[in-house]
């Protein structure tokens, strides 16, 4: 059975940081480019960030580039996605997601992802 599982979500103040997790399982997970996305009531599901599941190549939407930075950790089937800086804009449930090979590099379109998590909810208080 194929899972992710986000994890490491939660409420804070605006100039806090929080450091999501992303544990996959039921899959080889090397090769697979990973993708955290987020989404906010009425509004398209957005792509944050990537990592590339073969060359380590990495993909920021211009709102976090400078604040969040993602890693993997391919021993332990997790993503990581360091967020810091962060504002009520940055609001949302993230969402992990992995895009099967052979297609390791990144995409920022949400359609292309073949695995999904169910979501972690990011709250940043003004």
């Known amino acids: 059975e194929v899972q992710l599982v986000e994890s490491g979500g939660g409420l804070v103040q605006t100039g806090g940081s929080l450091r999501l997790s992303c544990a996959a399982s039921?899959?080889?997970?090397?090769?697979?480019?990973i993708g955290w996305f987020r989404q906010v009531p009425g509004k398209e599901r957005e792509g944050v960030s990537c990592v590339s599941g073969k060359d380590n190549g990495t993909y920021y939407s211009d709102s976090v580039k400078g604040r969040f930075t993602i890693s993997r950790d391919n021993a332990k089937k997790t993503v990581y996605l360091q967020m810091n800086s962060l504002t009520p804009e940055d609001t949302a449930i993230y969402y992990c997601?992995?895009?099967?090979?052979?297609?390791?590099?990144?995409?920022?379109?949400?359609?292309?992802?073949?695995?999904w998590g169910q979501g972690t909810q990011v709250t940043v208080s003004s």
């Open positions: 997601a992995a895009d099967s090979p052979p297609y390791y590099y990144c995409s920022k379109y949400w359609f292309e992802y073949d695995y």
């Open positions: 039921g899959f080889t997970f090397d090769g697979f480019a």
